[in-house]
C-alpha cells in the first residue's frame, strides 16, 4: 500500500470514529436536539475539538500551515480584541504573512458591540454565523443581518456594524484592485435568495454571493455537497481561496496530503495547489469560500 492511501484509509477510519461519537448538524435553519433548538451553522460556533479518543492528548492540534496550504481548526484559534472594533474579540484564520492578498478572521461580537473600519482602499465583505447585528451605512440607512446573512461594502465607505447582544461574523477583507471607470456598490443578501447555478461536469450546488460583473475583483461562493459526493475536477489554478466549512465533514485533498475535516475548520490555498473534496457523513457539506476572479495575474 503506498504511502497516500495509507494516509487515506487511516482518515477515513478516522472520520468514522468522529460520526458515530458526534453526529453532524442537519441542513435546516434550527436543529431539535432534545429540548434545545440550535440554530444554523451551530457548529461553527460549537465545534467537535478532536475525535473523541484523541481529546485528552495533550498538545494534539488538527491544524497544519504548510508552503502552499494550511488547515487551522478550532481548537488553535486564538482569539483577542480586533483593532478599533469595540467589545469585539477576533481570531486572524489568513493573512499576508501566510502569502494570501486577502486577510480572513472571526469576529465574536458581544453585547453592545461596534466595527471598527476597515485601512483605505479596503474592501470588507461579512457573513453572519451566529446571533444579528445591525449594519448602518454612510446615508443612514440601517438593514438587520441574522444568521446566513451577508454583506459586501466598498472600499473607502463609511459604515458600522452594531450587535445588541451576541454574534459571530467571518470577515473577508483585501485591498481593492480597482479598475478604470468601475466601481462596486453595497451589497446586502442571504444564502437562500442567491440561484443554484449550473456546474457542468460537477454535481455540488453553487451559489454566487457577489455579482459577477467586472467591477468586483472577488466572490464568495457557498458551495454543498450530499454524502458521498465530491469535486470531479482535481483542481489546479491560479486563483487564492479561503474557505469556511459550515456544515457537514469530509476529506480534502491539498498538495500530497489529505485532511479529514469539519464544520468550524478554515482552509488556506494558494495558488497552484492541487485541491479535492469528498463528502462523508450523514448530512451535507455546506462550504463558504473565497476566490479572486476578474483580474489579469500579471
Known amino acids: 500500500m503506498n504511502h ?32 434545545d433548538l440550535k440554530h444554523l451553522y451551530w457548529k ?16 494534539f492540534t488538527r491544524s497544519v500551515y504548510k508552503q502552499d496550504h494550511a488547515l487551522i481548526t478550532p481548537e488553535s484559534h486564538v482569539f483577542s480584541p480586533l483593532p478599533d472594533w469595540t467589545l469585539t474579540l477576533g481570531a486572524y484564520l489568513i493573512t499576508p ?14 453585547e453592545n458591540s461596534r466595527s471598527g473600519l476597515p485601512p483605505n482602499d479596503v474592501e470588507r465583505f461579512i457573513f453572519v454565523v451566529q446571533g444579528a447585528v445591525t449594519l448602518t451605512n454612510v446615508s443612514g440607512t440601517s438593514d438587520k443581518l441574522t444568521v446566513d446573512s451577508y454583506a459586501y461594502l466598498p472600499p ?13 461574523l467571518v470577515v473577508f477583507e483585501r485591498r481593492h484592485v480597482s479598475l478604470e471607470n468601475q466601481s462596486t456598490d453595497q451589497i446586502i443578501g442571504s444564502t437562500d435568495e442567491q440561484p443554484l447555478l449550473e456546474t457542468p461536469g ?60 469539519q464544520a468550524g475548520d478554515v482552509i488556506w490555498m494558494a495558488p497552484f495547489v492541487p485541491q479535492w473534496y469528498a463528502a462523508l457523513g450523514k448530512h451535507r457539506t455546506r462550504y463558504l469560500l473565497y476566490k479572486d476572479v476578474n483580474r489579469n495575474p500579471l
Open 97 to 110: 504573512a501566510m502569502g494570501s492578498h486577502f486577510v480572513m478572521y472571526l469576529a465574536k461580537m458581544q
Open 202 to 261: 460537477e454535481v455540488f450546488q453553487l451559489r454566487k454571493l457577489i455579482p459577477t460583473s467586472i467591477s468586483y475583483d472577488f466572490n464568495i461562493h457557498i458551495m454543498d455537497f450530499q454524502p458521498g459526493e465530491y469535486l470531479n475536477v482535481k483542481e489546479v489554478h491560479y486563483n487564492q481561496h479561503g474557505l469556511l466549512l459550515l456544515e457537514g465533514q469530509g476529506i480534502y485533498r491539498l498538495g500530497d496530503s489529505w485532511y479529514p475535516v
Open 44 to 59: 461553527v460556533t460549537n465545534p467537535t475539538l478532536s475525535p473523541s479518543h484523541l481529546q485528552d492528548l495533550p498538545g
Open 156 to 168: 473607502n465607505g463609511d459604515h458600522s456594524l452594531r450587535c445588541d447582544a451576541s454574534a459571530t
Open 4 to 35: 497516500a492511501l495509507l494516509i487515506f484509509v487511516i482518515t477515513l477510519r478516522l472520520l468514522k470514529m468522529a460520526v458515530a461519537d458526534e453526529g453532524i448538524c442537519p441542513s435546516t435553519s434550527m436543529v431539535d436536539s432534545g429540548s
